[in-house]
Every structure is written in C-alpha cells, then in structure tokens.
C-alpha cells in the first residue's frame, strides 16, 4: 500500500499535476521550493544540477568580485579627481595654457568635459555593484555584478585617456614657459593633432556601448602606443629648438622639468630600448607581480584584482592583457597581436572556460543576430517599475541572449500570440508566479524578491544569468 502510494505521488511529480508549495519568506527573500512540482526527469533543471555556481570551481565569489569591483572603481576616481584638480590650474597660468589670448582653453576644456562621464558612469557601477550586494541569489548577484563589466572597462580606459591628456597639456604649459623658439601656433597644432587621435576612442568609450566599449580597450595599446611617440616627438622637438636658441644646459634642465611636472612615468608608457634588448622580450610572473625583464609592470595585487573580474565574467582577459601591454610600454605594445604567455594569462585567470562566457555577441557565438531576451516581461514595465526595477536596475538591464529555437521554446514557439495560450510561457509564468506570491504575503514584492523568483526560473529554463543591457527603443 505505502508503495502505491509513494508510486502515485511520483507520477503526479513528474506529470506536473501536483500542488504548488507556496513559497516561504525568510530574512526578507523567498525560499522556492516548487521547483519539482513540475520539472521533468529530464528537464534543464535536473540537466544543470552538476554544474558548479560562481563561487565554486575556484572562481571568485560574489563578495569578492564585488570589492574587486570596488576597489577598481576606487583607483579610477582618484585619476579622474586628480585630474579634475589640474585642469583649472592649467587653464588659469597665465604664463603657460592661459596666456596667449587664450586659444589653449579648448583644450583644457576638453579635459574637462570628460570628467561628467567618468564620474557619472563610476557613481552607476557602484549603485550596480551595491545592488547585486542586497541579492540572496548567488547567480542573479553575480549576472548583476556583470551588468557593470562594459562601464568597468569603459571608465578604466576613459581614466588612462585622460591622465594622457593631462600629460600632453602639462608638457604644452612646460614647453610655453621654457621654449619660446618652439612656437604658439607650432603648439597648438600639436594639441590638436593629439586630440584628434584620443577624441574617437573617448567618444566610442562614453557611449557605453559594450560592442564599442570592447573593441576600443582592446585596441588601446596600439593608441597608446602612438600618443607616447606623440609626446617624445614634441618633447624632443621642444629640446632642439632650444638648443638652436642657444639654450643649451636649459634644454637639458627642461627635459628633467618634464619629468617632474608630468604624470608620464604613471600613464604613458617608457621609450622603447635599443633594439638588440627587444628581440624576444616577453612577460614573466614574479612574486611581486607580472614582471618584464626585472622591471614589475603590474602589481600582484592589482593582478589578483584583474583576476576575479575575470573568472567572474565581469570583464574579458583581453582588455586585462591590453592593460598589462600598455604598462610594459612600446616594446610589449608592439606585440599586441600576440597572445600573452600562457603563466600571464593563467595568472590573470584566462582559460577557455572564462573566454566562453564572453561569446555572446555575434563574433563571440557566431549566431547572425542573436535575439535579446526580456527576463523581466517588457509588457508589464509599469508592474516592474513601482517594484523598484527603475534607473540602473530597469527591466531594460536584465536581458539574456539566446539561440532563436530557444528563443521561440520558451514562448511557446514561433507564433507568441499562440504561446501566450501556454501556461508555461515565460512571460506567463513569471508574472503569474510573481503576482501569486504577493497575493500569499499579502504585500508587494520588493524588487530583490521579484529577483530571487525569477532566478529559480532561469535556472530551471535553462536561460543563463548572463545579462546584457537593452536599449528601449
């Protein structure tokens, strides 16, 4: 009897006939424990149990990642701030960019003019990453935490553009006050041209576009790699027009001047060596970090840092290797086609698993036009939006891109109007589920409730948490 009784109950399981536990509220979050109610033997749910989260397999877990993100965060605040505090100095020396009837002024104010987006785009990331703090769900924290990869490698590549610039107008103000034979507008054509050249790759990182954002960090040694002959080509132009002046020992004080007064040690890369030292140059890892030659080019710190946001998917080793490039200086710059050694990229956490969770796009996946998933039903944004999904946490950030047949399967299949008649339509489910549980607590849901519902149903749908932002048309 207690057999056909066990039997019967099993039957009911697997046939999706069985009553839905109601979920429970536990310290503000939702234990849902319906799952079986009406997953099948072989259902994504049951297919996916062996897989590992985040925080296992030896990758970071969330809180990790988070103060990694952080801390990332923290270091392009202090560029851009610093900056920030130059700028207005450099533009009111009257003896340097502020004099000569000002037409240097477009120039500092360009440097100004990009401080409201870094800063705008640091203070976003850090309300992201706040956000994801307040999640229970371990993957929905971790798929929110790379919501902010784009904007991490749009401000870490934005911050360095702009220590450069600064850079170049320091050596400009150094040069008006030094180096009269150099010539005003012979300068102002140098400032321009190195506008001209950091202006397309600002303008692509302020956009935000991950596509862009993406393709401009990973090209910025090459950039780089031109603004440092830029500023040794002004630089040593400078020296030799004073020489011609007949200043010579002021030649050789200004070159030590420039020295000081710029940040070129911290931002741009070294002069290349003489080329019998560059044959075969390549990166080691070393206690104190990774290491050319006997010179450390990052810190092990800042590698660990790199790291996490790496195996966690919140930015691609390729951006972390255009970085390390960029510090190593021309000689390494010069060989930004190349792969970095195998120990550097384990050491920065670059493995084919990791590379596989940036394939999303088209030239990652190669699917022709992947479709963008909605996981937040786009037709009830009003219903989303007085739960709190407002701002940086709008519907509009929570987005996955699937295959089309899985697209399609999970509405219902190609025709939605026919798939709304499906209960377990996503669109269907997710609210009914959400406006059940409200209806059980007998208040609304709070926007990290909605959350952890939903990412019980990603899981058992088999939707990745991997989001990528959507632009509402």
């Given at each position: ?42 259902s994504p749910e049951r297919r996916r149990a062996p897989d590992t989260r985040l925080r296992r397999g030896g990758q970071p877990s969330a809180p ?410």
């Amino acid at each position: 009897m207690r057999e056909g009784v066990l039997a019967l109950c099993a039957v009911l399981i697997v046939s999706g006939c069985a009553s839905v536990e109601a979920p429970e509220r536990h310290s503000g979050s939702h234990v849902l424990r319906q799952r079986a109610a009406f997953a099948p033997t072989d259902s994504p749910e049951r297919r996916r149990a062996p897989d590992t989260r985040l925080r296992r397999g030896g990758q970071p877990s969330a809180p990790l990642t988070h103060q990694a993100v952080i801390e990332v965060l923290g270091e392009v605040k202090d560029t851009v701030d610093g900056v920030a505090r130059t700028l207005p100095r450099l533009a009111a020396n009257t003896k340097g960019l502020g004099g000569s009837d000002g037409i240097f002024t477009r120039y500092t104010d360009y440097g100004s003019i990009q401080v409201p987006w870094l800063r705008g785009a640091t203070a976003r990331v850090t309300s992201l990453a706040d956000a994801s703090e307040t999640i229970e769900d371990e993957d929905m924290r971790a798929g929110i935490l790379r919501l902010t990869g784009p904007r991490i490698e749009a401000v870490m590549s934005g911050a360095m553009l702009l220590a450069t610039w600064l850079d170049f107008l320091r050596l400009a103000e150094v040069i008006q006050q030094e180096c009269p034979f150099y010539g005003v507008e012979r300068l102002f054509v140098d400032l321009d041209r190195v506008r001209k050249r950091i202006e397309p790759a600002m303008t692509s990182l302020a956009s935000m576009d991950s596509d862009k954002v993406q393709a401009t960090a990973t090209a910025m040694p090459e950039l780089m790699g031109q603004l440092s002959r830029e500023f040794q080509t002004i630089q040593e132009d400078a020296r030799v027009a004073m020489e011609r002046g007949g200043r010579v020992v002021a030649a050789a004080q200004f070159l030590e001047m420039v020295t000081l007064v710029s940040a070129l040690k911290a931002t741009l890369p070294r002069p290349p060596p003489a080329a019998p030292v560059t044959l075969g140059v390549g990166f080691v890892m070393g206690s104190g970090g990774v290491m050319l030659g006997s010179r450390i080019v990052v810190t092990a710190e800042w590698v660990e840092r790199m790291r996490r946001l790496v195996q966690a998917g919140v930015i691609s080793a390729p951006v972390v290797g255009a970085a390390v490039r960029i510090h190593a200086g021309q000689v390494l710059m010069a060989q930004a086609k190349q792969d970095l050694p195998k120990g550097v990229r384990e050491a920065l956490g670059d493995s084919p698993e990791v590379r596989a969770m940036h394939e999303t796009g088209r030239a990652g996946a190669g699917m022709s036009s992947a479709p963008k998933h909605h996981v937040l039903p786009q037709e009830h944004r009003e219903w989303f939006e007085k739960r709190g999904f407002t701002g940086e946490m709008s519907i509009d950030q929570f987005c996955v891109r699937l295959e089309q047949s899985h697209h399609e399967a999970i509405h219902g299949g190609g025709d939605w109007r026919l798939g709304r008649l499906w209960p377990r339509e996503w669109n269907q489910l997710i609210m009914s589920e959400l406006r059940k549980a409200e209806t059980r607590f007998g208040q609304t849901l709070t926007r990290n409730e909605v959350l952890d519902i939903v990412a019980q149903y990603m899981n058992i749908y088999d939707i990745p948490v991997r989001f990528v932002p959507s632009r509402r048309r």
